[in-house]
Each structure stands twice: as structure tokens, then as C-alpha cells.
């Protein structure tokens, strides 16, 4: 009888879990937010099919006017520095690929100044200041291999920059200009006319970015861009008249080339990932440490 005793008791010690475990819970993956969270930081890199983001630049732009004669040296086109912003939203494949558009106040220039003077006397005119890209990026070196958590990446792009048709202004000036050391000063006057061009600007981009994941949710990068302006956005024209020379004529054509130095803030808003994949990564990876 006390065998039967303890057989009884034997199988009511196996039962009893079995029945406080329903049959949800067991197949139920234990809430541990904070667990899972650090295996999607450190193991969920390449299982990212894709995501959307949406970031904020600020960038440095500058660019400089052509300018085709400089009248014997008396007027010269300077570069023009100018710190500016943008906001894209963008589309990343497999953390290798991305595509983006948005719209960035990016104005294109023209400067011109009027040489030995003191103070320096210069002009400088813009256009509507409103460029659209499009843009898209390829990952070329991961530096946190194998989970793709930074690396550089290359891009190219196009921006078009619409413009309106309007008289950006006209400026007339008077001096006197000394030809040699002997000869008498000679009165001249400086007329300009600037413009921007009816027809919608377009420029096209090539640059080179480092991004780092700061989180799940933020990235930060930084950026050198390289653009060429395809068609004239703003143009100077000058006249320039003395007593002793015929009228003369110069022109500065501003297409926007020039440089961009940046950093971007991104925040990823939606992202599709492989789960199971990030499981079997713990696993495989708790297998190698036991071995």
C-alpha cells in the first residue's frame, strides 16, 4: 500500500504544473520588452527588410557665379557661403539601398564685387531659394560588419530649382579709375542688371556620407556633396561706360555648382524586420560560446 502511496503522490507532483500552465502559455513567448529590445539592437541588423525615415539636414552650401570678363580687372565673382537646411523622407532596402526626395531652401547666387575699393563694394542676388530632390544611395563600406550598423555611403541626385520671372534689381555706380601712374583719373560708370531666369533650374549631385545608428530609431549623418549647375538660374548683366573707352560688357551666370558639407538626423518611423531570424542569431550565437 505504500508503494501505491507514493505513485499516487508521485504523479499528482507531475500534474500540478502542467495544469497551472494553460496551453497559451506555453507556447506564449515570455514579455521581456527590455530583452527583446537589446537582441533587435545588437542582433537585428542584417534582418532589416526595410524602412521608412524621415530626416532633417543642415548643410553649408557654397557656389559661385561664371563670369566672363572682368573688365581689366575691375570687377571679380565671389564665392558665397551660406548655411541652409532641408527636410527628405526616404526608403531604405536592406540597409544597403535607400531612396529619397524632399525639399531643402537652397538659394542659388550670383555676387559681384568691385575691386580696389575700400570698403570693398560688392552685389549680391538670389533666386526664389526653393530647390526639390530626388535622391537615391548605395551602401559602399560597412565599418560595423556583420550588423550594417554604420558605414560610408555613396549618392548621387538631381534638384530642380523653379523660378519666377522678376527684376531682382538694378545698380548704378560712379568712380573714377586710375589707368597708370602719370595719367589722369578716368570717370567711368558701373550699371548692373540682374534677373532671374523664367525657366526652371536643374542641378545634378554626387557626394559621399558616413552614417552611424545611434538606436533603433536614429541615425546620424555627415556629408560632402559635389553639384554642377545644368542651366542659369540668375544672371548679372554689366555695362560698364568711361570717357576714353568704348561701352563695355559683362555678364555672371549663376547655375548653382559648387560644394555642400552636411549633417542629418534621420528618424526611422516604420521598419520591417525578419523576427524569427533574430532568435536563431541568439541561438547560434549561445551555441558557440557553450562550445
Given at each position: ?9 508521485l504523479l ?14 506555453y ?11 537589446r ?8 534582418q ?12 553649408v552650401?557654397?557656389?559661385r ?10 570687377i ?17 532596402y ?5 531612396v529619397?526626395?524632399?525639399?531643402s ?18 552685389f549680391?542676388?538670389?533666386n526664389d ?20 550598423r ?6 548621387g ?37 540682374t ?14 556620407e ?56 534621420r ?25
Amino acid at each position: 500500500m505504500i508503494k501505491y502511496y507514493l505513485l499516487y503522490v508521485l504523479l499528482g507532483l507531475a500534474v500540478l504544473p502542467v495544469c497551472g500552465q494553460g496551453v497559451t502559455d506555453y507556447y506564449q513567448l515570455p514579455e521581456n520588452g527590455q530583452q527583446y529590445k537589446r537582441l533587435l539592437s545588437r542582433y537585428g541588423g542584417p534582418q532589416v527588410r526595410d524602412r521608412w525615415y524621415v530626416s532633417l539636414e543642415s548643410f553649408v552650401r557654397t557656389d559661385r557665379a561664371q563670369l566672363d570678363n572682368s573688365l581689366n580687372g575691375l570687377i571679380q565673382s565671389d564665392p558665397v557661403g551660406k548655411a541652409s537646411w532641408g527636410v527628405v523622407v526616404g526608403w531604405a532596402y536592406h540597409e544597403r539601398w535607400m531612396v529619397e526626395g524632399g525639399y531643402s531652401r537652397m538659394p542659388i547666387h550670383t555676387q559681384m564685387s568691385i575691386t580696389n575699393t575700400v570698403p570693398t563694394v560688392s552685389f549680391r542676388y538670389s533666386n526664389d531659394q526653393n530647390a526639390f530632390v530626388l535622391r537615391g544611395k548605395r551602401l559602399l563600406l560597412s565599418t560595423s560588419k556583420p550588423w550594417l550598423r554604420s558605414g560610408f555611403w555613396v549618392s548621387g541626385g538631381m534638384w530642380v530649382a523653379p523660378n519666377t520671372t522678376q527684376q531682382e534689381g538694378v545698380v548704378s555706380i560712379t568712380g573714377k579709375r586710375y589707368s597708370g601712374r602719370w595719367e589722369a583719373p578716368e570717370m567711368f560708370q558701373l550699371t548692373t542688371q540682374t534677373t532671374t531666369n523664367a525657366q526652371t533650374a536643374t542641378l545634378a549631385e554626387l557626394g559621399a556620407e558616413y552614417n552611424v545608428r545611434l538606436s533603433n530609431a536614429l541615425d546620424l549623418g555627415l556629408s560632402v556633396r559635389k553639384l554642377w549647375g545644368l542651366a542659369n538660374s540668375v544672371t548679372t548683366d554689366v555695362t560698364y561706360t568711361a570717357n576714353r573707352s568704348a561701352a563695355q560688357q559683362a555678364q555672371l551666370q549663376g547655375a548653382g555648382s559648387g560644394m555642400s558639407y552636411g549633417l542629418t538626423l534621420r528618424y526611422n518611423f516604420a521598419v520591417r524586420r525578419a523576427l524569427s531570424n533574430v532568435l536563431e542569431v541568439q541561438g547560434k550565437s549561445k551555441i558557440s560560446r557553450i562550445r
